[in-house]
């Protein structure tokens, strides 16, 4: 069964600290992996996608990393701002079944001063 | 470039009455999608429209609801009657090519059905 399972699903954070969410999935064939953050009461935004080839992808001070061997997917964010609280969500597309996106349910960051 | 435009922002029915949303997107993008997004759960795809032909509308419960995208450009869902199960966040999306490319949120319609 083609699923998406993120961890942890919240955490907090001080500002100023780093963090990583995980992201494990079942889903095959595999097409992409992409993370979105989603701030409260807004769509999801889109921060890095990767296909199969790519173990690493930076956009500002979060950095994405992806082991398809594993089927595993990481979300590491530098030097967290207040700015950074939001859900964060790990999406993988399905190269088959009519290139369908498995969605996870998130995993809700907060960052206090 | 704009981005994904929809209306209204928030919306209170009761149960059993009907609703309609709607979707301006990005321009000359062909893929569009709705999706309900229930809280504290990820986005579940409900229709996929590639310009103006359904694409994917096997989650669409299509005894109450129904979609429609006019001309390959702005869309609307309606449900119709409503039920509380119903309450959700309701999310247009966009993109340039098939379902694996890029996708642009718009900020969504929340339901509140009582």
């Known amino acids: 069964k083609n699923q998406v399972e993120q961890s942890p699903q919240s955490l907090i954070i001080l500002e100023g600290k780093n963090c990583t969410l995980q992201c494990n999935y079942t889903v095959s064939p595999f097409s992409n992996l992409r993370w979105y953050k989603q701030d409260t009461g807004r769509g999801p935004v889109s921060l890095t996608i990767m296909t199969f080839s790519e173990n690493t992808k930076s956009n500002g001070r979060y950095t994405a990393t992806l082991d398809a061997d594993t089927k595993q997917s990481s979300l590491h964010i530098t030097a967290s701002q207040l700015s950074d609280s939001a859900s964060y969500i790990c999406?993988?597309?399905?190269?088959?079944?009519?290139?369908?996106?498995?969605w996870g349910l998130g995993t809700s960051l907060a960052v206090n001063p | 470039e704009a981005g994904v435009a929809q209306s209204p922002r928030y919306k209170i029915i009761e149960k059993r009455q009907s609703v309609a949303f709607w979707c301006n997107p990005i321009s000359g993008h062909a893929t569009l999608y709705w999706y309900q997004q229930i809280l504290g759960q990820g986005p579940k795809l409900l229709i996929q429209?590639?310009?103006?032909?359904?694409?994917?509308d096997s989650q669409l419960p299509k005894d109450r609801f129904s979609a429609e995208r006019l001309k390959g450009v702005d869309s609307t869902l309606k449900i119709q009657p409503a039920k509380l199960e119903d309450s959700a966040v309701y999310l247009c999306?966009?993109?340039?090519?098939?379902?694996?490319?890029?996708?642009?949120f718009g900020p969504g319609t929340r339901l509140t059905v009582t």
């Open positions: 429209f590639q310009n103006n032909g359904v694409v994917d």
């Open positions: 999306a966009n993109g340039k090519g098939t379902g694996s490319g890029e996708q642009y």
């Open positions: 999406v993988v597309g399905n190269a088959g079944n009519n290139r369908k996106l498995i």
